[in-house]
């Protein structure tokens, strides 16, 4: 199976697409609406150096596992789509059922959007993972919330799944146990898998392939 070109990201993870339109990084003397201390030096953007980290990727990947070890490194808080999916749908609030991704992606990202540029202006850290972020995420902000936005989508190979599927079905409860996990199936992790890394090369999103091995490590 035939990749586009990759670039290293740490040395355990073996390819990182990169999205290729984006801006390039600035010096910091070149930053709009920059803060100063008391000895008149630059030291932050206009929201501080605050960080708000997005993991999405395909089901069993590995995104709350990546957020529990984010929390433990950096103490940054972390918010589950799927928890916050499934207040909705429990108290009734909304009709979708956990089924309806498509769906739940329109209904939910709106309200998280907003959670996150509120967290960017009150200088907040925080690390949001699920499934329900949109590929085109990026047109929702305005440049100076993107500069504090990290964005990772966790897509696991063909070779990795049909190589590793008994211990992608054993670590699937490793942070929080599933109620039911008859979805599993090699077919079907396949198929989210292939969908996903479909739509990340086609909106040139940053996204983490595990190929060989799984290890991930990420330094922000």
């Known amino acids: 199976m035939n990749y586009p070109r990759s670039t290293l990201f740490g040395p355990s993870v073996p390819y990182i697409q990169e999205a290729g339109n984006q801006p390039e990084k600035l010096a910091i003397s070149t930053l709009p609406d920059l803060w100063y201390n008391g000895k008149n030096k630059k030291i932050s953007g206009r929201f501080g150096n605050n960080m708000i980290v997005l993991i999405t990727g395909a ?16 103490k ?37 959007r907003e959670m996150i540029k509120t967290a960017i202006e009150n200088k907040q850290n925080l690390i949001i993972e699920g499934c329900y972020i949109p590929f085109d995420w990026a047109k929702d902000f305005e440049k100076k919330y993107l500069e504090h936005i990290k964005y990772y989508c966790l897509v696991m190979s063909e070779d990795y799944i049909k190589n590793h599927f008994s211990d992608i079905k054993e670590y699937a409860s490793v942070v929080e146990s599933r109620l039911s996990d008859e979805w599993c199936t090699m077919e079907n992790v396949l198929e989210d898998n292939a969908r996903f890394l479909k739509l990340a090369i086609k909106h040139n999103v940053n996204y983490m392939l595990i190929d060989n091995e799984y290890k991930i490590n990420i330094d922000l």
């Open 59 to 74: 089901s069993h990947t590995g995104k709350t596992v990546l957020a529990q070890k984010l929390l433990e490194k950096y």
């Open 76 to 112: 940054y808080p972390y918010l589950s789509i799927d928890h916050l999916k499934m207040g909705f749908i429990r108290s009734g609030y909304t009709r979708l059922t956990p089924e309806e991704d498509d769906e739940l992606v329109d209904y939910l990202w709106p309200i998280i």
